[in-house]
């Protein structure tokens, strides 16, 4: 499963803008579970629910725990996740849709590879611990095989949880030369303009070798241009 959705992340022909924004509004439904556990506000964590969203996008200020206290759980969610792509349209005007797009690759791909190879690292060690390499010992094998697929379940959800919490603050950074550097074109030029002396025109008549030189130097022809 890794291995077929990184492949699909490095085929630029796959839409990578509709699985964010699947894995942003599936985020944005299990918080708002985590902190709406009724429909009728009694137990309702209006602040913890307006904190855990600003981790993962900035809610305007009129949207505030009093504010969604007064709305039901539907339109908690709803106006959330309308939020939620409204910023992210907004994000990709900004950095225009090309950039974006880079940026949803490499967001994606970084936190796949690291989580990826937490995960192999820990089946790892459980592996060593339960005894793999013994395969009579049937028990620790069965415990190995289903925490292994607890496991790879709980890094789908890091996974799906972490996207959600990166893409909205991922800053492009415009890399300039320093001051006093030249680029290397400028570089190439210089040393192709550098490498030739300007000599003057002549008239077609051979100047010999002991004759002044006819650039104006006052040197004979053979210690100057002539040489």
């Known amino acids: 499963v890794i291995y077929n959705q990184r492949r699909k992340i490095l085929n630029k022909e796959t ?87 880079m940026m949803e690759r490499l967001v994606m791909l970084r936190i796949i590879d690291n989580l990826w190879v937490e995960h192999l690292t820990m089946m790892e060690h459980m592996r060593l611990e339960a005894g793999w390499q013994t395969l009579r010992q049937t028990r620790a094998v ?31 950074v415009k890399r300039e030369a320093p001051a006093g550097t030249t680029t290397p074109m400028a570089q190439a030029a210089e040393r192709a303009g550098g490498s030739s002396k300007l000599r003057p025109k002549t008239s077609g008549k051979k100047t010999g070798r002991n004759e002044p030189c006819p650039c104006g130097s006052g040197k004979k022809y053979k210690h100057c241009c002539g040489r």
């Open 15 to 101: 839409d990578l803008k509709e699985n964010i924004l699947t894995m942003i509004k599936e985020e944005i439904q299990r918080i708002v579970d985590a902190h709406i556990t009724d429909e009728h506000g009694i137990s309702w964590d209006t602040a913890g629910l307006v904190t855990e969203v600003n981790t993962v996008f900035p809610l305007p200020r009129e949207l505030d725990a009093e504010a969604l206290s007064r709305m039901s759980s539907k339109e908690i969610e709803e106006k959330l996740i309308e939020l939620a792509e409204a910023l992210y349209e907004q994000r990709e005007k900004e950095v225009g849709p090309d950039n974006m797009r």
């Open 142 to 172: 069965d415990a190995y095989k289903r925490e292994g697929y607890k496991q790879f379940q709980v890094l789908l959800d890091t996974i799906q949880h972490d996207v959600a919490h990166t893409i909205y603050h991922v800053n492009l």
